[in-house]
């Protein structure tokens, strides 16, 4: 992985962190004027690799409030992609799983309440990726990656329940292999079901 985007890598994070340990008073606040929210993704990834294209994946995430209109999240994502390589050393790469776990600053530009249900997001965060193969050594990577999304809140459920659509723009180490890919850029769409715990 080159050492430009090593850095940006660091940037990102040292900025997360910074948010997040220098205003613990606005956080407090935050938490007890806001929501803790739990939530669910089914989506589809398109890879910019010919190699793996990418494919169905089903995530879990936490958004905890720091500010009135920040939050930090946490999610984990789990991706089954297809493998289009052809046997390499004699091996076949077989389907490649994909382990996501990622946190985001995330940004609401307007917060879905009981008298204007409809909200919209935008953020961007740090993660870890993980690739299993069937036949061939695992491997990881970090990388970045920017958001923005939509959400409804329903009025059934106490206006505790909300549902989405999400994209995402991942720029991530690739596995370790034959292809020559050193970074993939990763188009992320998920539809997003959350539920309010307070």
């Known amino acids: ?10 940037v ?3 900025a997360a962190a910074a ?3 220098t205003t613990p008073s606005a956080a407090q606040r935050a938490r007890s004027e806001s929501p803790i929210v739990v939530g669910g993704t089914r989506g589809v990834d398109g890879s910019s690799a010919h190699a793996y294209p990418g494919g169905p994946e089903i995530g879990g995430l936490v958004e905890l409030p720091i500010a009135h209109d920040l939050k930090v999240r946490g999610e984990v994502g789990f991706g089954f992609w297809d493998d289009d390589l052809p046997p390499f050393d004699g091996i076949s790469d077989g389907d490649l799983r994909r382990t996501r776990i990622a946190g985001s600053i995330i ?4 917060e879905p309440l009981t008298r204007r249900r409809l909200g919209y997001y935008v953020g961007g965060g ?3 990726y993980f690739y299993r193969f069937a036949e061939r050594s695992d491997s990881s990577g970090v990388g970045v990656h920017g958001l923005g999304g939509v959400e409804y809140l329903l009025p059934q459920g106490g206006n505790r329940w909300l549902v989405g659509g999400e994209a995402q723009l991942q720029i991530i180490g690739a596995p370790e292999g034959p292809a020559d890919d050193d970074l993939l850029k990763v188009f992320h769409v998920a539809a997003v079901v959350k ?3 307070r």
């Open 107 to 110: 940004k609401s530009l307007q």
């Open 19 to 21: 948010l997040l340990f």
């Open 1 to 10: 992985m080159g050492s430009p985007f090593r850095s940006l890598f660091c």
């Open 12 to 14: 990102g994070v040292a």
């Open 126 to 128: 740090a993660g870890l």
């Open 195 to 197: 539920y309010r715990l």
